[in-house]
């Protein structure tokens, strides 16, 4: 079974405007964490967020967001105030308690910000 | 932020040659470091997990005696792609988790393989 799952290959959004990644994730450890990344075109991976199983509150960093529904088993990734430097692959990440701290990535979402 | 170096970054080899790439944490001390594989439009696979002073852990699939993965101190570790052939070229990725945080992950910046 797919540990993590994202649903949208690709996604436009208008320059300004909020965006949600959509992220769903399967795990049967209750110690785990959850992990955003944006992948530009050169291929590196930059660390947006990250949300911890047990966080009362959900993570922000700058315009990320995300919107933990730990009941749902869903970790979305809001962008707020889109910008053109945002057009990028974007990956959601789990890393489970007992995983030697390895992350298991989804497949990714294409995000096109249109100016 | 702390910070991963990966080099090459771009690397052209021969079919039937081998191809060694590094992964250093500059910064810090990584007890674990992980090897991703990553086609055209795909999402990153993890190939193995690499422990400072013992062998690597493979995942299935991955065959270990084509890609040698050493993890000979704590700040470095690498890959190599033995005996390459076109269907290894892809884009490898590092990645080490540091001893005192389980909600980091650093990257390297990649290395793009093309073997002809």
């Known amino acids: 079974a797919q540990k993590i799952t994202q649903t949208q290959p690709g996604m436009f959004v208008q320059e300004k405007e909020a965006v949600t990644l959509d992220c769903t994730y399967d795990?049967?450890?209750?110690?785990?964490?959850l992990f955003w990344y944006k992948q530009p075109s050169s291929g590196e991976m930059i660390f947006l967020i990250y949300?911890?199983?047990?966080?009362?509150q959900n993570a922000t960093e700058g315009r990320y967001s995300l919107n933990f529904q730990k009941a749902r088993k869903s970790a979305n990734l809001v962008i707020s105030a889109s910008q053109l430097g945002d057009s990028a692959m974007y990956f959601c990440?789990?890393?489970?308690?007992?995983?030697?701290?390895?992350?298991?990535f989804g497949s990714g979402t294409r995000l096109l910000v249109r100016p | 932020g702390a910070v991963v170096s990966q080099h090459p970054s771009r690397v052209i080899c021969k079919s039937g040659t081998s191809v060694k790439i590094e992964c250093r944490s500059l910064?810090?001390?990584?007890?674990?470091m992980f090897w991703y594989r990553q086609f055209p439009k795909q999402s990153l696979m993890l190939m193995a997990t690499?422990?400072?002073?013992?062998?690597?852990?493979?995942e299935q699939g991955v065959e270990k005696d084509k890609f040698l993965i050493n993890h000979a101190s704590l700040t470095l570790s690498t890959l190599t792609v033995t005996s390459a052939h076109p269907e290894d070229s892809s884009f490898y990725i590092c990645?080490?988790?540091?001893?005192?945080?389980?909600?980091?992950?650093?990257f390297g910046q990649g290395t793009r393989l093309t073997v002809v």
């Open positions: 990645s080490a988790a540091r001893r005192e945080s389980n909600t980091e992950a650093f």
């Open positions: 795990t049967s450890d209750p110690s785990y964490g």
């Open positions: 949300q911890g199983s047990y966080d009362q």
């Open positions: 990440a789990m890393r489970e308690r007992d995983s030697s701290y390895k992350l298991i």
């Open positions: 910064d810090f001390q990584a007890t674990t």
């Open positions: 690499s422990n400072e002073g013992s062998k690597a852990t493979y």
